[in-house]
């Protein structure tokens, strides 16, 4: 199966910044779409950004505006550069790729990486 292994995360403050990175173990040009998510404990895991093969990209409301995604294909990573940070973006962030399909390719979500927002 398809590993993800997501890298960046932190403690910031209020108002900061962080860059996350995501490692995929297969070639990136055989991944329609990388995508971005965050899960608190206890609540459903949230769809945050997607970026397709072509670059095109899109986000959900909650990070539209202040969160941007990339993805550098000769590395086989994607990217989420996250700006203005507040403390209810404080969760655990995964990433992943869907086939052109829409199929998820890891059905595991990995270990993700922490980010915490607080003064």
């Known amino acids: 199966q398809v590993q993800f292994v997501e890298s960046g995360g932190g403690l910031v403050q209020p108002g900061g910044s962080l860059r996350l990175s995501c490692a995929a173990s297969?070639?990136?040009?055989?991944?329609?779409?990388m995508d971005w998510y965050r899960q608190v404990p206890g609540k459903r895991r949230e769809f945050l950004a997607t970026i397709t093969i072509d670059g095109s990209t899109s986000y959900a409301g909650s990070v539209k505006g202040r969160f941007t995604i990339s993805r550098d294909n000769a590395k086989n990573t994607v990217s989420l550069q996250m700006n203005s940070l507040k403390p209810e973006d404080t969760a655990v962030y995964y990433c992943?790729?869907?086939?052109?399909?829409?199929?998820?390719?890891?059905?595991?979500w990995g270990q993700g990486t922490q980010v915490t927002v607080s003064s």
């Open positions: 297969i070639r990136s040009v055989s991944i329609w779409a």
């Open positions: 992943n790729g869907r086939r052109s399909d829409g199929a998820r390719l890891s059905d595991s």
